[in-house]
């Protein structure tokens, strides 16, 4: 089943600073990549999905993914970030009838 | 659309104690799944069902069973509690074969005491 991992588990940043967030997936062939966002307090939401062509996708709230076949990366990016960008993000990869997704990591940005 | 819901939204229980963990969809959805969040670990698949009558189990299954009588409905039980299964579960849906993005509901914090 597909897999992904996750580098970074806590990152702080002060606002207008750049985001990445790494995100590498398991093996090669067909696979449909998610970033879902959690706010504090509330449920997940989609940033954005991969599932074939442009391998650079754009999702809500400003934030991109660029897919990297020869690197099994999916990382996540955004140019600017809020301080209502505090929130956890998750990858996950589509696997059989459900999701794997990654162990999460916690962005905090400062004022 | 209500999209997916689960009842309760916080539920705290005794070790030993039995519950359900209800969760609904009105979207018509064949694809429903139950997914465990816990600090550091992400979210891990407890169990999934593909229709109907048809269910099997994800990563995480011990100490939890689940049926799936009706497309709206696949409700996750708790046969005896225990505190390892203090956590906050989500329940999310789609639309079955050939469409990938799952839809979560807002979940259900559950402690064990």
């Known amino acids: 089943a597909q897999s992904v991992s996750q580098h970074n588990h806590h990152v702080i940043l002060s606002e207008a600073a750049s985001l990445e967030l790494g995100c590498n997936y398991s093996?090669?062939?067909?696979?449909?990549l998610f970033w879902y966002v959690q706010y504090p307090g509330q449920h997940l939401q989609l940033l954005l999905k991969y599932f074939s062509g442009d391998p650079l996708v754009k999702g809500i709230k400003g934030f991109e993914a660029e897919f990297i076949k020869s690197k099994f990366s999916f990382n996540l990016r955004k140019p600017s970030v809020q301080w209502s960008d505090t929130a956890e993000y998750f990858c996950?990869?589509?696997?059989?009838?459900?999701?794997?997704f990654g162990k999460g990591t916690s962005l905090l940005v400062t004022p | 659309n209500a999209g997916v819901t689960q009842t309760p939204k916080f539920q705290v229980l005794k070790t030993g104690q039995s519950m359900t963990l209800q969760c609904a969809q009105d979207?018509?959805?064949?694809?429903m799944s139950w997914y465990r969040q816990d600090p550091g670990m992400g979210l891990r698949l407890i169990h999934y069902s593909v229709g109907a009558g048809i269910t099997d189990q994800g990563e995480v299954p011990n100490g939890y069973n689940v049926s799936r009588s009706t497309t709206e409905d696949f409700p996750l039980r708790l046969l005896s509690a225990a505190p390892s299964q203090t956590s906050v579960y989500f329940c999310a849906s789609s639309p079955g074969t050939g469409y990938y993005e799952q839809y979560f509901g807002p979940g259900t914090r559950l402690t064990v005491t």
């Open positions: 979207m018509n959805h064949e694809y």
């Open positions: 093996y090669g062939g067909t696979v449909n």
């Open positions: 996950a990869a589509y696997s059989g009838y459900a999701l794997n």
